[in-house]
């Protein structure tokens, strides 16, 4: 039996380990889909040894960054992002090689095309991990301007106090990258003026986990156009199964 699965601390958020297992009983695939918790980065290796039958990862939060070091090649797109969220494993007598692609651009892509309008010219991406390093190069590839908000303002990133209102009239695209306001924190939310907000402004969270965070809610409440993570986790999930089948 083939095993595929899942990297990342904590994982108790998980989608892909339901949604794999039940497309394999449906299909019926000899795999199965696993979680591996892994406190450290550092741990990768002895997943890798000691599950023979694995053939595939995703990962997440937060070793998307980090996975690259131990790497033996990286698809055009996951060398230009600098972050992989795929990695196609292949296995021949005592050698692995390790593949690593970035599907959260094609999932974040198609999701936020069809909400896009003439008016949607510039983006504030919040966070600086890498997701939000996938949602920048979409975004530019979509020719939208971006920039950054962080916790740490440096270069190439604003600080939340400097999303004022009258930013907010430039910028009508807002994308959440940061883990604010997911299952069981629901009631945290990026620190933003919302009431700078109205109907041509436009919220993409990229939590899914509860369905409307209060990101969401509270650009709704001013009129803004809002839509959560679940699609693009979707997409993302028909992307990986490809990528780590690709000859």
């Known amino acids: 039996m083939e095993k595929y699965g899942l990297i990342g601390y904590p994982l108790g958020h ?6 794999f297992n039940e497309k394999f009983a449906n299909e ?3 795999a199965c889909y696993v979680n591996f918790e892994l406190p450290d980065i550092k741990d990768l290796p002895e997943v890798l040894a000691s599950n023979p039958e694995l053939r595939g990862l995703n990962v997440t939060i937060p070793y998307k960054e ?3 070091d131990y790497l033996d090649e990286l698809s055009p797109e ?3 992002i600098g972050a992989v969220n795929v990695i196609r494993i292949r296995r021949k007598g005592t050698k692995t090689h390790l593949k690593g692609y970035n599907s ?4 974040f892509t198609q999701s936020i095309s069809p909400l896009l309008e003439r008016h949607h010219k510039k983006a504030l991406i919040l966070g600086t991990g890498g997701a939000s390093k996938a ?17 740490t303002p440096r270069e190439g990133a604003i600080g939340y106090d400097d999303v004022t209102p009258e930013l907010l009239q430039d910028y009508k695209i807002i994308v959440n990258c940061t883990p604010l306001g997911m299952y069981p924190k629901v009631e945290d939310a990026p620190d933003l003026p919302y009431e700078a907000m109205d109907k041509q402004t ?10 409307q965070t209060a990101f969401m809610s509270k650009g709704r409440k001013y009129g803004a156009t809002v839509k959560n993570g679940l699609e693009m986790l979707l997409l993302q999930a028909f992307v990986s199964w490809d ?3 690709e000859t």
Request: glycine share 6%; aromatic share 16%; net charge negative.
């Open 78 to 80: 996951a060398q230009a």
């Open 202 to 211: 436009l919220l993409y969270d990229l939590i899914y986990n509860p369905d």
């Open 243 to 245: 990528f780590w089948h």
């Open 66 to 68: 980090k996975v690259i």
């Open 135 to 151: 949602v920048d190069y979409s975004l530019r590839k979509l020719e939208v301007e971006t920039l950054f908000v962080s916790r």
């Open 28 to 30: 019926g695939i000899d």
């Open 104 to 107: 959260d651009t094609v999932g």
């Open 14 to 19: 998980s989608f892909s380990i339901g949604y």
